[in-house]
């Protein structure tokens, strides 16, 4: 950033740190989604002291022109006059309107699990046709001159009950954009009973890379929140699959985001589940672990199991948990949570939720009710759409009040769940998990940076904090 308004000022947008495993100060910069570390002595140097961190202002205090260059560079320090608020609303524009086409497909809302939080209904649910199929293929081929790239998330339901639908649609869809040179990349959020070594290695061929698996805690916990249709425990069969994947080349790219949601049944084991996970995934960095509590999305299923729904301060007592453990697994996506894109899916422009009838809506969190969808596939390889809805899920909800001092403003950028405003007209009343925590997911990350390289360490720059000036 050249300076050309005057002297500089700390970021609005920084929270600051205590190292917990060094004598460093941890800053992290929402809006550039920058985590850097330098030593306090240095750090008292510029007018941070370790006393009172984000509880007082703090004046930035001028060192040399190559240690402000730094500082400037990772957005430490900005220009006096520089309007940050405006270049938070330019990013949330940036976001929203990138020339992605994002293509959340559900080929079924039918399940074989029947887990008691799920906001789901399973029953009667239909399976996505060759006609809308083939509409989707012809779609992305139509338009794909359209995009930079093309981006498929596999949801349901479960997914994989139509591994054919997937393998269809991707191998057509990344040979499009190979024949175009546009970027091609796809997910899928599964269950993990299916997905065995042969059906993994299938997905792999056609561009799934990235996997998102629950698996709540050990044997006995997992099977009581997450069963079959039958009753049956999956557990045992999750991780048979997960060590036979694991058993691949390292050679072949993926990552395997393995989540765990947390209730009153499984909190107390948190300890035990990462000593039984570290055995088994240690050290290799394709396995990613992250914890939530289980939350109320909604739904008739969860009014059963509301009575084990942890209290406000989950977050905090989980990340506690995890803070005390020796952080030998991967925890990647602790790391998105503050340097990722949070903007909601649904609030970008390009993206669209396609159900197995052609339905398009924006969100998968919610039903398919009238304000969430907003167009239909054609047969002719076009999507009808609704513009004022698209436009009502495109926009920041209005908490001007609340937000606009809040230091993670660079990082929400007040959309990264617009679904309240959209359907029920009313103002999002809960922030971002990463808000409530930031200081414990900047240590747990700092635990990990060993062996994770994480945090831009400022005092090894060149020439940074030379004597003189």
Not at 179 to 204: H, P, W
């Amino acid at each position: 950033m050249v300076n050309d308004m005057g002297n500089y000022v700390f970021s609005r947008f920084n929270y600051y740190q205590q190292s917990c495993v060094s004598d460093h100060i941890l800053i992290y910069n929402s809006l550039n989604r920058n985590i850097v570390k330098l030593p306090c002595v240095d750090a008292q140097e510029i007018g941070i002291s370790a006393s009172g961190l984000n509880t007082k202002k703090m004046e930035y205090m001028t060192v040399n022109e190559s240690t402000e260059k730094k500082l400037a560079k990772y957005g430490i320090i900005v220009p006096e006059a520089y309007d940050e608020n405006a270049a938070a609303n330019l990013k949330y524009l940036e976001e929203i309107a990138e020339p992605v086409l994002r293509l959340t497909i559900v080929p079924t809302y039918r399940c074989n699990f029947r887990c008691p939080y799920c906001y789901q209904d399973h029953e009667h649910a239909e399976i996505m046709s060759e006609e809308i199929q083939e509409e989707i293929i012809k779609y992305v081929r139509k338009h794909i001159s359209n995009y930079t790239g093309v981006e498929i998330s596999w949801f349901g339901g479960e997914p994989l009950l139509c591994l054919e639908t997937i393998l269809r649609i991707n191998g057509a869809a990344k040979k499009i954009c190979n024949d175009r040179f546009k970027i091609f990349t796809s997910a899928i959020t599964t269950n993990g009973y299916g997905l065995t070594k042969e059906v993994f290695e299938k997905l792999l061929d056609v561009g799934v890379t990235r996997y998102f698996i629950t698996i709540d805690g050990l044997a006995e916990k997992h099977n009581r929140q997450r069963y079959l249709v039958s009753k049956k425990g999956s557990f045992d069969t999750i991780m048979d699959n997960l060590m036979n994947i694991k058993s691949i080349s390292k050679a072949r790219r993926f990552v395997i985001h393995i989540r765990s949601n947390i209730s009153k049944e499984n909190i107390d084991e948190i300890d035990e589940y990462l000593t039984y996970m570290n055995k088994h995934f240690s050290g290799d960095q394709r396995f990613a672990f992250f914890i939530r509590p289980v939350y109320d999305w909604g739904g008739e299923t969860i009014e059963g199991f509301r009575e084990n729904l942890l209290e406000d301060e989950a977050e905090k007592r989980i990340m506690n948990k995890l803070l005390q453990s020796d952080c030998s697994l991967n925890y990647l996506e602790f790391y998105l949570d503050l340097t990722g894109y949070v903007t909601c899916y649904a609030a970008k422009i390009n993206s669209f939720v396609i159900g197995p009838d052609g339905v398009i809506s924006k969100c998968t969190c919610s039903e398919v009710t009238d304000k969430n969808i907003v167009g239909k596939l054609l047969p002719n390889g076009e999507m009808s759409l609704d513009k004022s809805l698209i436009g009502q899920w495109c926009r920041q909800y209005d908490n001007s009040d609340v937000c606009s001092d809040c230091y993670m403003f660079g990082l929400c950028l007040k959309a990264y769940c617009t679904m309240p405003q959209v359907l029920n007209n009313e103002r999002m009343n809960r922030c971002f998990i990463a808000k409530n925590v930031c200081g414990q997911l900047l240590m747990l990350i700092d635990k990990c940076d060993e062996k994770y390289k994480y945090i831009i360490d400022l005092s090894n720059e060149k020439e940074m904090f030379s004597s003189g000036t």
